[in-house]
């Protein structure tokens, strides 16, 4: 059967030609004719830390932007900061007094480190300009905090709050009890304490909204135990003008792609259930603020599926949180765009204690991108390329790499990293290197290490045994590691080591596996490890040698 050019195409750019190729609106039967500039929405809640797991919604979306460009249009990302979501628990490194600010909006509350105006000012900015210096992702910045308050929603709210009927309405199809006629979707923040969470409307007079400042019960995510926050009893007036409030997360998704004309924006699945906000969102957002549902087709970037982090979603509240400008310091940042872009609608989880396996495969994607390595089936090679090239940050340049998991087992045996060393120990590999390849060896390695002091598993950990264990050893091995000691004083190269390894160990008439889990016996207490030649070239040739002697 025929492959269709559209199932050929990598995710991001079938769905690139779709929002080019939009012609209607989704809930009613009105044309549609795209902006002059498409503008490709990701927005992020503040009210923990942003980390690498929220950055999966960024990278994505710019991935699109990326192919809108490359196919002649005028795009945008916009990054949206959510600030004006109320703190619901202190995030994990975040000072407990902040205990305090419970309720409030993370907009109103200090910078944890004193050097911005805000916590959500700290956090938008450490967020935004790590992706923008560190991932190369270009991106305009909002806070919805000062889009509120400057009254750049105003006139959403207020057509909103003149059609309640209808969203009342649309916001009842997914809900099993309707809501109230009384409802509104606006939420004060109290003129007096300065909660959001604890507002109860009472009443509205045109643009006057009338509140109680009352007690409020919630749970936090994957806690059983509930929060009470004390309301101050404070009865208020909230002027819609002014902005000091926020609307409900449906109303205001509707609400931000109308405002900033939004024509795609993704979200994780639960968002694109049978009853999920998107749907609510896009049915106000057209039949109330006469805008589109920002999404032109069923392509996988809506609906994505979760990111796991060796097995856990990652979370402020858990604490497992790894920040995007923490992880140039971990690992390439090519590694974490690479495996975002990968299959976005499918579960996967990133291994950070295996971080490895995102090299390999960017290694090896580089190969195929270079012609090093073939794969013959065309739509698998169109797919890998095209993987390849959003996952770089800078043009690709073909250079042998240092196997990630030979970098580990260097960043312990050459423990101060010192480049002369590991220079005299690369020249001897099958990893010889030019100078310049040498110098991007040398950034993977120094990274490493950054990663290993914190992931690197116990088990993977190499110690080198000061003095043989006391095991069990034949006259025929004792006399075949006397003999591998004895050649480990010439200056062998890998190659050269690995036959000698096998000539002494066919001249004895030994078991292949069982003669190399003997080595790794007497040298780290293991049964397996890194491959023989190269690991004793980095241990030291001499330092092995004397171990063995004493066998």
């Given at each position: 059967?025929?492959?269709?050019?559209?199932?050929?195409?990598?995710?991001?750019?079938?769905?690139?030609?779709?929002?080019?190729?939009?012609?209607?609106?989704?809930?009613?039967?009105?044309?549609?004719?795209n902006?002059?500039t498409?503008?490709?929405?990701?927005?992020?809640?503040i009210?923990?830390?942003?980390?690498?797991?929220?950055?999966?919604?960024?990278?994505?979306?710019?991935?699109?932007?990326?192919?809108?460009?490359?196919?002649?249009?005028?795009?945008?990302?916009?990054?949206?900061?959510?600030?004006?979501?109320?703190?619901?628990?202190?995030?994990?490194g975040?000072?407990?007094?902040?205990?305090?600010?419970?309720?409030?909006?993370?907009?109103?509350?200090?910078?944890?480190?004193?050097?911005?105006?805000?916590?959500?000012?700290?956090?938008?900015?450490?967020?935004a300009?790590?992706?923008?210096?560190?991932?190369?992702?270009?991106?305009?910045?909002k806070?919805?905090?000062?889009s509120?308050?400057?009254?750049?929603?105003?006139?959403?709210?207020?057509?909103?709050?003149?059609?309640?009927?209808?969203?009342?309405?649309?916001?009842?199809?997914?809900?099993?009890?309707?809501?109230?006629?009384?409802?509104?979707?606006?939420?004060?923040?109290?003129?007096?304490?300065?909660?959001?969470?604890?507002?109860?409307?009472?009443?509205?007079?045109?643009?006057?909204?009338?509140?109680?400042?009352?007690?409020?019960?919630?749970?936090?995510?994957?806690?059983?135990?509930?929060?009470?926050?004390?309301?101050?009893?404070?009865?208020?007036?909230?002027?819609?003008?002014?902005?000091?409030?926020?609307?409900?997360?449906?109303?205001?998704?509707?609400?931000?792609?109308?405002?900033?004309?939004?024509?795609?924006e993704?979200?994780?699945?639960?968002?694109?259930?049978?009853?999920?906000?998107?749907?609510?969102?896009?049915?106000?957002?057209?039949?109330?603020?006469?805008?589109?549902?920002?999404?032109?087709?069923?392509?996988?970037?809506?609906?994505?599926?979760?990111?796991m982090?060796?097995?856990?979603?990652?979370?402020?509240?858990?604490?497992?949180?790894?920040?995007?400008?923490?992880?140039?310091?971990?690992?390439?940042?090519?590694?974490?765009?690479l495996?975002?872009?990968?299959?976005?609608?499918r579960?996967?989880?990133?291994?950070?204690?295996?971080?490895?396996?995102?090299?390999?495969?960017?290694?090896?994607?580089?190969?195929?991108?270079?012609?090093?390595?073939t794969?013959?089936?065309?739509?698998?090679?169109?797919?890998?390329?095209?993987?390849?090239?959003?996952?770089?940050?800078?043009?690709?340049?073909?250079?042998?790499?240092?196997?990630?998991?030979?970098?580990?087992?260097?960043?312990?045996?050459?423990?101060?990293?010192?480049?002369?060393?590991?220079?005299?120990?690369?020249?001897?590999?099958?990893?010889?290197?030019?100078?310049?390849?040498?110098?991007?060896?040398?950034?993977?390695?120094?990274?490493?290490?950054?990663?290993?002091?914190?992931?690197?598993l116990?088990?993977?950990?190499?110690?080198l045994?000061?003095?043989?264990?006391?095991?069990?050893?034949?006259?025929?091995?004792?006399?075949?590691?006397?003999?591998?000691?004895?050649?480990?004083?010439?200056?062998?190269?890998?190659?050269?080591?690995?036959?000698?390894?096998?000539?002494?160990?066919?001249?004895?008439?030994?078991?292949?596996?069982?003669?190399?889990?003997?080595?790794?016996?007497?040298?780290?207490n293991?049964?397996?490890?890194?491959?023989?030649?190269?690991?004793?070239?980095?241990?030291?040739?001499?330092?092995?040698?004397?171990?063995?002697?004493?066998?």
């Open positions: 059967m025929k492959m269709k050019k559209e199932e050929s195409m990598f995710w991001a750019d079938q769905l690139a030609d779709a929002i080019a190729k939009r012609k209607h609106y989704n809930h009613l039967k009105k044309k549609w004719k902006p002059t498409l503008v490709i929405k990701s927005s992020t809640s009210s923990g830390v942003p980390h690498i797991g929220n950055a999966s919604d960024v990278i994505r979306h710019y991935a699109v932007v990326q192919s809108l460009k490359e196919k002649g249009h005028k795009a945008k990302l916009l990054w949206v900061g959510e600030d004006m979501d109320p703190l619901r628990k202190v995030p994990t975040i000072p407990a007094s902040f205990k305090k600010y419970l309720g409030m909006p993370v907009a109103d509350i200090p910078c944890p480190e004193g050097c911005c105006s805000s916590y959500s000012e700290h956090f938008c900015n450490k967020f300009n790590s992706l923008k210096d560190n991932f190369g992702i270009k991106l305009e910045m806070r919805t905090s000062e509120y308050r400057k009254g750049e929603f105003y006139p959403s709210i207020k057509k909103i709050m003149n059609n309640l009927d209808t969203v009342r309405e649309i916001i009842n199809k997914s809900r099993k009890d309707p809501l109230p006629e009384s409802w509104i979707p606006w939420k004060p923040v109290c003129d007096k304490c300065g909660k959001l969470i604890t507002t109860v409307v009472t009443g509205v007079n045109g643009d006057k909204v009338n509140y109680e400042c009352r007690d409020y019960e919630f749970r936090v995510y994957g806690k059983e135990a509930y929060t009470r926050l004390k309301g101050c009893g404070h009865k208020g007036i909230s002027d819609l003008k002014k902005g000091n409030g926020k609307m409900g997360w449906r109303v205001e998704w509707a609400m931000l792609w109308k405002t900033w004309n939004v024509v795609l993704g979200a994780g699945k639960e968002h694109f259930m049978p009853t999920g906000s998107f749907w609510s969102a896009g049915e106000i957002a057209e039949r109330v603020l006469d805008w589109i549902e920002p999404h032109p087709s069923k392509n996988p970037i809506q609906g994505y599926e979760y990111i982090f060796d097995g856990e979603k990652m979370s402020a509240s858990r604490g497992n949180v790894v920040a995007t400008w923490e992880w140039p310091s971990l690992a390439l940042p090519e590694t974490l765009k495996f975002m872009l990968k299959k976005p609608n579960e996967r989880d990133m291994p950070l204690k295996n971080i490895y396996r995102g090299y390999d495969e960017l290694d090896l994607l580089e190969q195929i991108y270079f012609g090093k390595k794969l013959q089936n065309q739509r698998e090679l169109n797919q890998a390329k095209r993987l390849y090239e959003m996952a770089l940050i800078k043009k690709p340049k073909f250079a042998k790499r240092i196997p990630y998991q030979y970098c580990t087992l260097l960043t312990q045996a050459v423990p101060n990293l010192d480049p002369k060393r590991i220079k005299v120990i690369l020249d001897k590999t099958a990893y010889k290197l030019t100078k310049s390849e040498f110098n991007v060896a040398m950034d993977r390695i120094n990274l490493t290490a950054g990663w290993a002091k914190k992931y690197l116990k088990e993977d950990r190499i110690v045994n000061k003095t043989p264990p006391k095991i069990s050893i034949s006259v025929s091995q004792k006399k075949a590691l006397l003999d591998l000691a004895k050649y480990l004083k010439t200056n062998c190269t890998e190659e050269q080591l690995f036959s000698q390894i096998y000539i002494i160990i066919k001249t004895h008439e030994l078991n292949n596996r069982e003669f190399f889990q003997l080595i790794y016996q007497i040298l780290i293991k049964e397996r490890g890194p491959r023989l030649a190269p690991f004793i070239l980095a241990i030291g040739p001499d330092k092995v040698r004397k171990i063995l002697e004493k066998t």
